[in-house]
């Protein structure tokens, strides 16, 4: 299997453009988390996905930031408009969980933002 | 606050010698996951540890999550340049109404000189 993949993997963008980040997780996975990572506050949980459906989006910074999940192979993650404290690397993982199981999750490569 | 608490922030040793990282929480800790990051790449899984006393080996990587579930430590003995990065401990830990969440440490950046 490929693993967790994500894109663009860089991300150069000026403040008030749309900014969408992809992932793909692995094949029979039935979770999908997105995070961010940044030097201050480390990595963050922003949303989950179990079976397609959002579970937990309480990390959302704010309505700039928006996550789907169309389906079981993909996931967005979009913010618009950007601005430059949005700069960080955000990663996608992905798990497979059922009941109260804790299983562990396989993390993409990361996707490196900068707004300027 | 952070939620889960890494020590030391950084640490650097001399190629063979042993170390230990610890994570801490004020809460019970339902599944302990350690992890290990190199820069500009994503997480790699280590070990994940769920009863109160647990130990994993992997090589020369020993996890051991304490009998209260508040504590774990990570070692790694005679360690070697290609041990370098940075090790994050991450969780889940309670959130009430029968949620969980997976919330992770700050990590530790970790140095072996050869």
């Known amino acids: 299997d490929a693993g967790v993949i994500q894109s663009p993997r860089h991300e150069v963008t000026e403040m008030g453009q749309e900014v969408t980040l992809r992932c793909k997780p692995i094949?029979?996975?039935?979770?999908l988390f997105w995070y961010r990572q940044t030097m201050m506050r480390g990595l963050e949980l922003l949303i989950y996905?179990?079976?397609?459906?959002?579970?937990?989006d309480s990390g959302m910074p704010e309505d700039r930031f928006s996550a789907k999940m169309p389906n079981a192979s993909f996931s967005t993650l979009k913010i618009q408009p950007s601005e430059p404290r949005d700069s960080a690397v955000y990663f996608c993982?992905?798990?497979?969980?059922?009941?109260?199981?804790?299983?562990?999750?396989?993390f993409g490569p990361g996707t490196r933002l900068t707004v300027t | 606050s952070q939620e889960l608490e890494q020590s030391p922030q950084s640490l650097i040793v001399q190629e063979g010698k042993n170390l230990t990282i610890n994570c801490t929480s004020s809460?019970?800790?339902?599944?302990l996951y350690w992890y290990k990051q190199k820069y500009g790449e994503g997480l790699i899984f280590l070990m994940m540890?769920?009863?109160?006393?647990e130990e994993k080996s992997h090589e020369k990587i020993t996890a051991k999550l304490d009998e209260k579930k508040q504590q774990s430590s990570l070692h790694i003995t005679a360690s070697q340049p290609s041990h370098a990065g940075i090790y994050l401990c991450?969780?889940?830990?309670?959130?009430?109404?029968?949620?969980?969440?997976?919330?992770f440490g700050k990590g530790t950046k970790l140095s072996v000189i050869p």
């Open positions: 993982a992905s798990s497979f969980s059922a009941g109260d199981a804790s299983y562990e999750q396989y």
């Open positions: 094949s029979g996975h039935n979770s």
């Open positions: 996905f179990n079976n397609n459906v959002p579970i937990d």
């Open positions: 809460k019970t800790l339902y599944g």
């Open positions: 540890l769920q009863k109160g006393g």
């Open positions: 991450g969780a889940d830990i309670y959130r009430g109404a029968g949620s969980y969440q997976l919330t």
